[in-house]
């Protein structure tokens, strides 16, 4: 099992940036990728960005070109720039792992198997 924790988030102007940090330890050699989600009130939970082993990153269309995942391997962290933050962009944004080979997406919340807390965002207009 791997154990995340998210930090970073908090409330910013619209148009404002963001940084958010995921910390990851436990079984993390075994993981295959890491996304980000998050989940509004309301509404379920969607896709925001995922960074995979080898390196190749995805991104949800509402935030390409606005938000870049990275990680840095040393520190089992990975980390989400949030920039020209919108109010829709408000949420609650999970962070999660993938440590078993699956079929599905990097994209799918069921393909994951580990996730954080969370962390609350908030965009004011």
């Known amino acids: 099992q791997v154990q995340l924790e998210e930090s970073g988030g908090g409330l910013v102007q619209a148009g404002g940036s963001l940084r958010l940090s995921c910390a990851a330890s436990g079984r993390t050699f075994s993981a295959y990728g890491m996304g980000w989600f998050r989940q509004a009130p309301g509404k379920e939970r969607e896709f925001v960005a995922a960074?995979?082993?080898?390196?190749?990153?995805y991104y949800a269309d509402a935030v390409k070109g606005r938000f870049t995942i990275s990680r840095d391997i040393s520190e089992n962290t990975v980390y989400l720039q949030m920039n020209s933050l919108i109010p829709e962009d408000t949420a609650v944004y999970y962070c999660?792992?993938?440590?078993?080979?699956?079929?599905?997406?990097?994209?799918?919340?069921?393909?994951?198997?580990?996730w954080g807390q969370g962390t609350q965002v908030t965009v004011s207009s």
């Open positions: 999660a792992v993938q440590t078993q080979l699956r079929v599905v997406g990097p994209t799918i919340p069921a393909g994951y198997d580990d």
């Open positions: 960074i995979w082993r080898s390196g190749i990153e």
